[in-house]
């Protein structure tokens, strides 16, 4: 069945560096990928999705490349802010997967001033 | 624009007493809608979805049950609670057709003692 893998939480990072939370994802179909952010009391929200491989998606400075061969979709990003603390989540969804989305277990990030 | 509301924002019910969460969705018609629930923590565990007025199909019960009587709304409910129902409860709605982002509500929080 589909899955979705990350990088396990918390990630603790000063404001200024840079960000990288890994996704991996396990399919037979070909999926759209999806970053969701959810911050403390709130639902999750959309970040940016990718319909297509080898395309990157992008928002409020993060960004995701689709990469099909090595069934990736890292989110990056080139330098936090205290605002983006949150937890991030990997997703997946397909023509297979009966209306669900996939989500991965979530990554937390702290950003310190 | 579409706006999608949960009732009530917070519960805290006795054990063994029943529920009743709702979402309402204004701005769109026909939308696909979605049950999640979050433990403190946790990731999202998608518990249902229905695709038109009537037909709800579950994903993981968890002794919980889900209707949606009208096109815009979508009822989550039981009729005993457990311990184990705490958590954050979120609603969910998506554009007809599999690969759409899901679009969540603000949740509710409920609390079992």
């Known amino acids: 069945g589909d899955s979705v893998t990350q990088t396990e939480g918390p990630v603790t990072l000063s404001e200024g560096t840079s960000l990288t939370v890994n996704c991996s994802y396990e399919?037979?179909?070909?999926?759209?990928l999806f970053w969701y952010v959810q911050y403390p009391g709130e639902g999750p929200q959309l970040l940016f999705k990718v319909p297509k491989a080898n395309e990157k998606g992008s928002n409020r400075g993060f960004e995701a490349t689709y990469n099909k061969e090595a069934t990736s979709f890292h989110l990056q990003k080139a330098s936090v802010q205290e605002s983006d603390s949150a937890v991030y989540y990997c997703?997946?969804?397909?023509?297979?997967?009966?209306?669900?989305?996939?989500f991965g277990d979530g990554t937390q990030l702290v950003v310190k001033p | 624009a579409q706006t999608i509301h949960q009732w009530p924002v917070a519960e805290i019910k006795a054990v063994g007493s029943p529920l009743s969460l709702g979402c309402t969705i204004k701005?769109?018609?026909?939308?696909?809608l979605y049950w999640y629930w979050q433990a403190t923590g946790g990731t999202l565990q998608q518990l249902f979805y229905s695709i038109t007025v009537g037909q709800v199909e579950s994903v993981v019960q968890l002794n919980l049950s889900a209707s949606r009587p009208k096109d815009d709304q979508f009822i989550l409910s039981t009729e005993k609670l457990l311990l184990s129902h705490s958590g954050f409860y979120l609603c969910?709605?998506?554009?007809?057709?599999?690969?759409?982002?899901?679009?969540f509500g603000p949740g509710t929080r409920l609390t079992v003692l």
């Open positions: 399919t037979k179909q070909y999926p759209t």
């Open positions: 701005g769109k018609s026909s939308p696909n």
């Open positions: 969910a709605w998506s554009y007809r057709g599999p690969s759409y982002e899901q679009y």
């Open positions: 997703a997946l969804s397909d023509q297979g997967s009966n209306n669900r989305i996939f």
